[in-house]
């Protein structure tokens, strides 16, 4: 099968999870190859030991991840849609990649037995304004709590506004980088520093 036509498929098993799942899938094509690449450079994938990925989808970001990853790092991907699931693992071969049917909102357990120093980076693609305010709290301050200290949280958004305040309340720095030719157009949000809690 060439890649062309393996680029096809994924595009329409996303559009056809879109739209039996549009909550928990929330896109209806997956990441360009350049947002992709951004994102990885964004989160300084080629020079991490070890990241977490939210919501890889059909893996059209993972794998650019894996392709900026250093031969020594390691990989751990969280995805809760059982379609996206078995895709993933039909077509994902790589001994850095751990793919996790858990829920981001559990980071910090994945993180205490398999990367006590925390992570260098979380790359995200979960659709935060459809999960509420009580579930985008709760998933950006696991990211928080589970970053090695200089880390950078990268999280890519289709609502313009949503995701920022959130990110504010986490850290100490937070950018947005648009990507209006994207389909549909999107927005890089990054975050690093995270506040200390008085």
């Known amino acids: 099968m060439t890649g062309r036509t393996e680029t096809a498929l ?4 996303f559009l056809k999870a879109y739209v039996r799942d549009w909550h928990t899938v929330g896109a209806v094509a997956p990441t360009s190859r350049a947002v992709a690449r ?9 020079y991490a ?3 977490a990925e939210f919501g890889p989808g059909t893996g059209a970001i993972t794998g650019e991840l894996l392709a900026a ?3 020594d790092g390691r990989m751990w991907a969280f995805e809760v849609y059982e379609p996206f699931i078995e895709h993933l693992r039909a077509h994902i071969h790589d001994s850095r990649f ?3 049917e858990r829920s981001a909102a559990d980071l910090g ?13 979380v790359i995200s693609s979960i659709p935060f304004s459809l999960i509420g305010p009580e579930g985008t709290r709760e998933i950006v301050r696991a990211v928080a709590e589970n970053l090695r200290p200089g880390g950078m949280f ?3 958004q ?26 549909p157009p999107t927005l890089l949000l990054t975050g690093r520093g995270v506040r200390r809690r008085t």
């Open 69 to 71: 990853l250093p031969s």
């Open 109 to 121: 357990e994945v993180r205490r037995v398999e990367v006590p120093s925390g992570f260098d980076a």
């Open 49 to 51: 030991k070890a990241i």
């Open 38 to 46: 951004k994102m990885a450079a964004l989160g300084g994938v080629q």
């Open 10 to 13: 994924a595009r329409w098993d």
């Open 98 to 100: 751990t793919l996790l």
């Open 154 to 156: 990268v999280a890519l």
């Open 158 to 183: 289709y609502h313009p506004t949503y995701l920022r305040p959130y990110l504010m309340e986490e850290f100490e720095q937070v950018r947005r980088n648009p990507y209006p030719w994207n389909i």
